[in-house]
């Protein structure tokens, strides 16, 4: 094999291709330069420099999957094995170096993560959960550009699974982003949740277009973006100008928790991801701050909308993620009527004896029914999060609400809704078991949801025949409505179960 592998490379010098063995599948060399990030960055510098900065490449350096998985190991005498790794450095495990994820520190740094490599050699994949995704093996970079110009490094292939006009990346995504635990939890269902939504469905009005997702959107089309501007999309000679480029840094809600890549370069990587978070989350969210007298007295009513997200709202890893509404109702002479979920950022929220508390989250159980942190503790769970539209105008059935009954009518109202990617008790379970630093609870940070940071006040409110005086995040971000007419085709029409198309028009169904 080596010998064939060396051949291989000699021919790619003088024509640029033909690695490793594409028909038996045997993996290449693992000197190979195509499988290392690094020598990716000389002719796709900013391409490298975005992953470098994002989760992926943190994939396994993060010391919370580190803790998690040396716990996981140790409390399930290994059972759990390649489990945790395969999908956080699965070129380590394709190519031998780790049964169990534990040497991370012995195997050289460009199989840890998911790599450049993993994603753009991907051929196929077989199933929705636990990345049963197959490789080629042969060093052929694919990617949504048809017509590659041809470079001395690399051969490189049209695919429409590495295009994200196409339903098919969903899966290429989504089969990470999908995770059934050993005990058969699915525990983690962001595939799921997109596949169950109208983003995943194959424009309606002309199913035979290309671009198979115009009417809804693939995961990179929402993950990584691109400017309207085409540009080059690698420093090479004889390269066009009229390539799209695409955003690696794939934000989520997640953040480094330690400096990365390096503590000389972590701040640039740092403000980097914080401002493309920063620019998703402005629109993520919508909501609605009404004060009405209900039947049994005073209340007051809090909406919540998931905007922009393709799946549920918080969605991944779910049962770790914690994201609240912190409220609070003041009357004349700022006298507290109530408050809920005022936590300082150093205190956990899902411990606080406050029965209003609104908390979007997972929550796991053990078969003996008791609450547990850890994931491969659950034998079930229980799910609270704002979900995501079937239908394309499914906003109605989706707007969430929670009402805070009250002793009199207020006349200020503060709501911000509030997100920490993990939750401190996680945190501290990890700790108290020996596996975590506890410096690593401190960095973990607190975030507002800028559009539902809502102020009530008398003036400031507007009527609503329903629902008492509002305030709202925005002019066409308010508590829920069906707009049929919005429908503009009988075709989007019939999407609807609410709406009928009659006289031309798309109207509310009788
Ligand atoms: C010596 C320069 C060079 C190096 C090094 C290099 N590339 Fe490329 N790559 C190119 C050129 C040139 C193109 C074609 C660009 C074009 O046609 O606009 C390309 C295109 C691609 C494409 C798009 C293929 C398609 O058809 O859509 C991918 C994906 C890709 N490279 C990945 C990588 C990865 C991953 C690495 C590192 C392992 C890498 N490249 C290293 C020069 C290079
Ligand atoms: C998690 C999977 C994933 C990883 C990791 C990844 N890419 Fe990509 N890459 C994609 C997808 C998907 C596209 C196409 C996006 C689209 O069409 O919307 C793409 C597009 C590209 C392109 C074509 C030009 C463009 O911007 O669309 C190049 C070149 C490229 N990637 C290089 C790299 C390099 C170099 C690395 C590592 C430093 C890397 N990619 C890491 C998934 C990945
Ligand atoms: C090999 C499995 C794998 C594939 C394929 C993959 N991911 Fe990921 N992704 C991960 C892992 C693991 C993490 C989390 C790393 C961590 O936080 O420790 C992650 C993190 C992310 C995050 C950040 C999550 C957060 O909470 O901030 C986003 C967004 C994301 N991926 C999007 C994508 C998109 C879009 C694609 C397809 C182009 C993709 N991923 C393909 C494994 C994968
Ligand atoms: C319509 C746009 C859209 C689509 C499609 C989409 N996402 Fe997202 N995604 C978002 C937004 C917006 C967020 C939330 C960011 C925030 O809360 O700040 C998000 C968050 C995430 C997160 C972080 C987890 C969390 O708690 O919310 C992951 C992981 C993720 N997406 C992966 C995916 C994958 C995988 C797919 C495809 C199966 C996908 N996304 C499709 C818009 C989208
Ligand atoms: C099928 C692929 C897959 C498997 C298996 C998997 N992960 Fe992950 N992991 C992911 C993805 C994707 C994300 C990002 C999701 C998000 O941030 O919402 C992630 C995120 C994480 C995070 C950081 C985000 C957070 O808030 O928890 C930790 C820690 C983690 N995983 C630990 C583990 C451990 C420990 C195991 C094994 C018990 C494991 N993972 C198994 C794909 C996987």
Redesign the pocket.
């Known amino acids: 094999m080596r010998r064939l592998v060396a051949f291989a490379l000699l021919t790619a010098a003088c024509n640029g291709g033909g690695r490793g063995d594409g028909d038996t599948g045997a993996p290449i060399d693992l000197d190979d330069p195509i499988l290392d990030p690094e020598a990716c960055e000389e002719c796709h510098p900013k391409h490298f420099a975005q992953w470098q900065g994002s ?1 992926h490449a943190y ?1 396994a350096e ?1 010391p ?2 580190r ?3 040396a716990r ?1 190991q140790r409390e399930t005498n290994g059972e ?1 094995g390649d ?2 790794i ?3 450095a699965p070129l380590a495990v394709r190519l031998g170096l780790t049964e169990d994820g534990l040497n991370l520190d012995e195997i050289p740094r460009k199989f840890h993560g998911v790599t450049c490599y993993f994603c753009h050699d991907a051929t196929d994949v077989t199933d929705s ?3 049963p995704i197959e490789l080629a093996w042969d060093g052929i970079m694919r990617g949504n550009v048809t017509d590659p110009a041809p470079n001395d490094f690399h051969d490189a292939a049209y695919s429409a699974r590495q295009d994200g006009r196409f339903l098919a990346t969903g899966n290429l995504c989504g ?5 059934v ?1 050993p005990k058969g939890v699915h525990l ?1 269902r ?1 595939y799921a949740e997109w596949l169950a939504s109208f983003y995943s469905r194959p424009d309606p009005l002309d199913p035979q277009r290309p671009d198979q997702t115009k009417f809804g959107q693939t995961c990179p089309q929402c993950h990584m973006s691109t400017d309207p501007e085409t540009t080059v999309i690698a420093d090479y000679e004889g390269v066009p100008g009229n390539r799209k480029y695409h955003d690696h840094r794939m934000v ?3 953040v480094a928790l330690t400096p990365f890549p390096d503590p000389a370069t972590a701040p640039m990587y740092e403000g980097d991801q914080r401002a493309a978070i920063d620019d998703v989350r402005k629109s993520v969210l919508c909501g609605s701050l009404c004060v009405r007298q209900g039947d049994a007295g005073p209340e007051i009513v809090v909406w919540l909308h998931n905007e922009t997200a393709g799946h549920n709202w ?8 914690r994201a609240w509404v912190e409220l609070v109702a003041t009357k004349a002479g700022d006298e507290v009527l109530l408050e809920s979920g005022v936590v300082d950022d150093a205190t956990p929220v899902a411990t606080l004896d406050d029965p209003n508390l609104w908390l979007l989250r997972d929550r796991i159980f053990d078969e003996q029914g008791e609450e547990v942190h ?3 503790e659950a034998a079930s769970y229980e799910s609270k999060q704002l979900p995501v539209a079937t239908t394309f105008f499914g906003d109605a059935t989706t707007w969430q609400k929670r009402v805070y009954p009250v002793a009199e009518m207020p006349e200020e109202v503060r709501i911000r809704v509030r997100l920490r ?2 939750g401190l008790e ?1 945190l501290e379970d990890l700790v108290a078991s020996g596996d975590l630093d506890p410096a690593i609870v401190a960095r973990m940070e607190t975030f507002d949801v800028p559009p539902v940071t809502l102020t009530y006040t008398t003036q400031a409110a507007e009527p609503s025949e329903t629902y008492g005086s509002c305030v709202h995040s925005g002019d066409v971000c308010r508590s829920p409505f069906t707009d049929c007419t919005r429908l503009s085709s009988a075709e989007l029409c019939a999407m609807e179960p609410a709406c009928t198309f009659q006289d031309g028009t798309c109207q509310p169904a009788p």
Not at 175 to 179: F, K, Q, S, V, Y
Not at 314 to 321: E, I, L, N
Request: glycine content about 6%; proline content about 5%.
């Open positions: 989760m994939a993060d919370v999957f803790a998690m998985n996981g759990l489990f945790c395969s999908c956080h959960h636990n990345a089969a990470c982003h999908d995770i635990t983690e962001t989520g809600v997640d918080p969605s991944g890893a779910t049962q770790d993620r850890m994931f491969w990617p993990m996680v």
